[in-house]
């Protein structure tokens, strides 16, 4: 029976595209702080080993007691391991190298693809009241990708717009294919986000066009544009809507939000 005392489950969201470089960390931070500037309590949860998204929020390497490792092996709880940033109603999970330690890898078959999905069941989460949680997936098909695709309600897919980046996207449908057929049936596309997009390039407009033709409404109309602003920002560790809050990342980030928001509702 449902618990009227109870928050609502949060919508979980993996940012996945097996390519490096193509947003996701930084789509995770931006999308992740303008959607808590928006009265949303989010959580990201890094899940690349590189822990580019721990770092980028100011949570140092020798700063991450307990990270995602601790949680998926089912050491910590999410109470325990997740952060408040600098950021009002926005935490992060952090992560550090020992994630691409082989020990999950080993768990037992059946087991393993589920550990972040029952790390995040809503008991466990509860008290963080959460709206959204954010899971910046590693650049690769992995396994823990594959735990990301079966702990989601639906995935973000950042796209570069650049030459055969439709090629790697329907890589990534095929292992959403696969996840919906084994695990996680409900799983669904919240949408593909242009990133690094240049008005000015004739590819650029040429990938646009070819993603709105074959994905239609998959497409946000949010794109993203190249700025230098939002690969500055994470040096200082600080999402771009606190470091230059007039860039155009900040405002191309704060229209996606709106538009998940708008989308969610
Ligand atoms: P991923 O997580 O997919 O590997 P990142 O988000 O880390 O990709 O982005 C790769 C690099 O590109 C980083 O240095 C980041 O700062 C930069 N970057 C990402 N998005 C933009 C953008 N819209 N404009 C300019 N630089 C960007
Ligand atoms: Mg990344």
Known sequence: MSDPTRPPAPRIIAIANQKGGVGKTTTAINLGAALARSE???????????????????????????????????DATPSEA???????????????TDL????????????????????????????LSLDYILIDCPPS???????ALVAANSVLVPLQSEFFALEGLSQLMLTVREVRQSANPNLRIEGVALTMYDRRN?????????????LGDLVFNTVIPRNVRLSEAPSFAMPVLDYDP???????????????????H
Do not use: C, W
């Open 202 to 214: 004739n590819l650029a407009l040429q990938v646009e066009e070819d993603a709105r033709d074959n």
């Open 246 to 264: 007039s860039s155009r990342g900040a405002a191309a980030y704060k229209a996606l939000a709106a538009e998940l928001l708008e989308r969610d």
């Open 40 to 74: 949303q309590r989010v959580m990201i949860v890094d899940l690349d080993p590189q822990g580019n998204a721990s770092t980028g929020l100011g949570v140092d390497a020798d700063d991450r007691e307990i990270t995602i490792y601790d949680l998926l092996l089912g």
């Open 141 to 147: 098909l992995n396994l823990l990708t594959i735990n």
């Open 82 to 96: 997740a952060r408040q940033t600098e950021v009002d109603n926005l935490f992060i999970v952090p992560a550090t």
């Open 100 to 127: 691409s330690s082989a020990d999950i890898e080993l768990i037992s078959n059946e087991k393993r693809s589920f550990l972040l999905h029952d790390a995040l069941r809503q008991v466990a989460i509860d008290t």
